[in-house]
Nanobody, 125 residues
Framework: QVQLVESGGGLVQAGGSLRLACAAS????????MAWFRQAPGKEREFVAT????????YYADSVKGRFTISRDNAKNTLFLQMNSLKPEDTAVYYC??????????????????WGQGTQVTVSS
């Protein structure tokens, strides 16, 4: 069992930045591929970014590529998402997730067994 708690969300103007964090506890953090997903009102949950167990491989949704950076600190059991050049369409609840999948960078939500409670990000125009 892995427990995940997100933080760092908030209200920001378009063009601004936010840094999300996800603190993990329970099992060994470095055993899991980690990812960020998001869900906007009235829309399905969508993949944002994923990072491999040691952090050597990352993969991003086209909508955030070049603006968002996913990283992890295995010594501190923490996942991060640096979000720059934010747009109103980035407004959503952001979730971190953990996967024990053998795939280095899975992008489908069903491949992730553990989820945080989410943190709200609101970008005003």
């Amino acid at each position: 069992q892995v427990q995940l708690v997100e933080s760092g969300g908030g209200l920001v103007q378009a063009g601004g930045s936010l840094r999300l964090a996800c603190a993990a506890s329970g099992r060994t953090f470095s055993n899991y591929v980690m990812a960020w997903f998001r869900q906007a009102p009235g829309k399905e949950r969508e993949f944002v970014a994923t990072i491999s167990r040691i952090g050597g491989r990352t993969y991003y949704a086209d909508s955030v590529k070049g603006r968002f950076t996913i990283s992890r600190d295995n010594a501190k059991n923490t996942l991060f998402l640096q979000m720059n050049s934010l747009k109103p369409e980035d407004t959503a609840v952001y979730y971190c997730a953990a996967s024990g999948s053998g795939i280095p960078t899975p992008v489908l939500s069903y491949e992730y067994a553990y989820w945080g409670q989410g943190t709200q990000v609101t970008v005003s125009s």
